[in-house]
């Protein structure tokens, strides 16, 4: 991998806590946040250490013996589901001598059988051959680890946590916000993974703020309000909630962007208006997939929630958006958009994948284009932590959130 690192850049005396101390809250961060190793392996163990990240959705995985690999920094994780139906998280790591056991994004198997010794595993992690072992050798000592996993409303969440955050609050969010448009019984249409050349924390700050969304994202900006100050479009918020209340729609915005000290993992739900006339996030803003869930008619709203650091997950009616922005190194970030539909929609006669993709194909593409751009002038020389605007309210809340969180 290419890193570009500044010379000018060093590890602070003092580290991390000086860093922190000397951070600025009405501030962006400063260059080293972005370009210090010492950060990065700091991140990787107080914030993914800890937290809870979405894998994907068990749409991907509907069969026993199906499969998807995820990397989390320098770690490679199996998402399986075993023959007995359930998804677990494995550690791709042979209990042999440790190599990688499954080098295959996704598929459909009975074991993995690694490459280096022939030792082969079930799905659900079973060492089941070890050859020339003796008879004396104890399989069952020596199965796959297993990685902590949940699933919420059909996405899979993993943590690489021995201890991790509790997920109370987090699946009562998803279950209230995600429950009318019936996630847990979705399919998964599509999955578009994206390089994007940047610390992760710049991957998530372009996420968390809609400053961006009027000269970025043209396309997205006709169709979400969200992208005008909040003062401006207080009337479509209370026009949503009129209309949601008439439809029988009860999903409420709410708040619990806690930090770890409180034992949960936060995460947060906000309901926001689309442009008048508009139904769903597409081309020309009209239905691209059948209603989901509970959904009779379109509400003219989309449902937004923010699972613990780095999971975003958007409802439309009828269909949905999970965004994963995963660190893979200093500046390399793994980017993916995961589009669900409805349970029995069938590709072709209930939706057209170009149509139904394309409005995030278009936003995520000119986002890995201003993120790269981002981390390029904030390795300059010339970069100084600049000021937040109102429109960024989200976003200073999350990067001081985080400081706490590495504190
Ligand atoms: S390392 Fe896997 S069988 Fe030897
Ligand atoms: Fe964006």
Request: aromatic fraction near 10%; include cysteine.
């Amino acid at each position: 991998m290419d890193r570009v690192i500044p010379s000018s850049v060093v590890p602070e005396i003092g580290g991390i806590q000086a860093l922190i101390a000397k951070q600025d809250p009405d501030l962006s961060l400063q260059q080293a946040f972005y370009t210090d190793p010492s950060v990065f392996q700091h991140d990787m163990e107080r914030i993914f250490g800890r937290h809870w990240t979405i894998a994907g959705h068990i749409g991907s995985i509907p069969k026993p013996g199906d499969f998807f690999l995820t990397e989390i920094g320098s770690e490679s994780i199996i998402i399986a589901r075993g023959q007995d139906g359930r998804v677990r998280a494995l550690a791709n790591v042979c209990r042999h001598r440790g190599a990688n056991v499954c080098s295959a994004k996704s598929g459909n198997t009975r074991v993995f059988s690694c490459p280096y010794h022939g030792w082969a595993y079930t799905t659900d992690g079973r060492l089941v051959s070890a050859r020339h072992m003796g008879d004396e050798f104890d399989k069952s000592k020596f199965g796959l680890k297993e990685v902590q996993s949940r699933v919420i409303q059909g996405l899979i969440f993993i943590t690489l946590a021995d201890e991790p955050l509790g997920t109370v609050r987090l699946e009562e969010t998803l279950n209230e916000g995600f429950g009318p448009y019936d996630w847990t019984n979705a399919k998964v249409a599509a999955r578009e993974m994206y390089r994007v050349d940047a610390n992760w924390k710049l991957t998530v700050e372009n996420y968390v703020e809609c400053y961006h969304c009027a000269p970025a994202h043209p396309e997205y900006s006709v169709l979400h309000a969200i992208e005008r100050p909040r003062e401006q479009i207080e009337g479509m918020y209370s026009k949503l909630a009129d209309r949601a209340r008439e439809l029988g729609i009860a999903i409420n915005s709410s708040s619990h962007w806690d930090g770890s000290e409180t034992g949960e993992e936060a995460t947060y739900c906000l309901r926001y208006p689309l442009t008048d006339g508009v139904e769903t996030g597409s081309r020309d803003g009209k239905r691209v997939a059948p209603l989901m869930g509970s959904f009779k008619e379109f509400d003219g709203g989309a449902t937004s929630i923010h699972c613990g650091p780095t999971s975003f997950c958007l409802a439309y009616p009828d269909h949905g958006v999970i965004y994963r922005f995963i660190p893979r190194d200093l500046q390399w970030s793994d980017m993916e958009a995961i589009w669900l539909v409805r349970g029995d929609a069938v590709e072709g006669r209930d939706y057209n994948l170009d149509e139904l993709t394309w409005l995030w194909r278009v936003t995520l593409d000119a986002d890995k284009a201003i993120i790269e751009a981002n981390q390029r002038g904030v390795n300059s020389r010339y970069y100084e932590p600049g000021p937040f605007a109102p429109m960024e309210t989200n976003e200073k809340r999350y990067v001081n959130w985080y400081l706490k969180e590495i504190a």
